[in-house]
């Protein structure tokens, strides 16, 4: 959604969080205690070249202006956009699953899996998907973020209720391949359990399907959804 860039671009990061977190200027960026944890000495910065925030202490949060309004508030994205659009005076039209055209219902639905798997690896089921991340893959919380790698708890159907809630069907899920199908004849279940995911993008950058790496002993240690 161009809403988005255009958000990022009216408001200030570190003026909106200035309104709720005393900041001051530490080098070429500014640091506050962090409004997500209780401390003492100043461990949540924001960097004003990328518009981004980050807690160096104990909850090791960080993202965007969307993430830090979501986690303020408890808002879920489409939430935080509603609010920051207005404020930054951006048109914006939500769109509902309803409205959305079938191609562009199943790129939602595939858009709303990496955003749910992503969600999941900053939750405290997600540290041993961080570890691997970061400890044995070595990657940085910035490749991780900006490859929007994720993880999928080891449940059978927590994407499944998510995509219900957010209005998408079993058959969609099942047509981008997030959801796979029981052969004894119950309902359809989360295709990636207890897995890293990766998202799989086409040459042209368009995201094409979601791969995902068993944590622990599991078969296949690979898997990837079937890409349309
Ligand atoms: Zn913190």
Redesign the pocket.
Known sequence: VDAVAEVKQRISLTDFVSRTVKLQKSGRNYRGL????T?KTP??YVFEDTATWR???????GGDIFSFLQKRENMDFREALEVLAREAGVQYSPRTPESLKEEDRLNACLSLAVDFYQENLQKSHGEIAQKYLLKDRGLSQETIDYFKIGWAPDEWRILRNRLKEKGFSDEEGLAVGVLAESDKGGLPYDRFRGRVIFPIHDNRGNLVGLGGRILGDGEPKYLNSPQT
């Open positions: 962090c409004p997500f944890h401390e461990s949540f807690c160096f202490g104990s909850c090791g949060e």
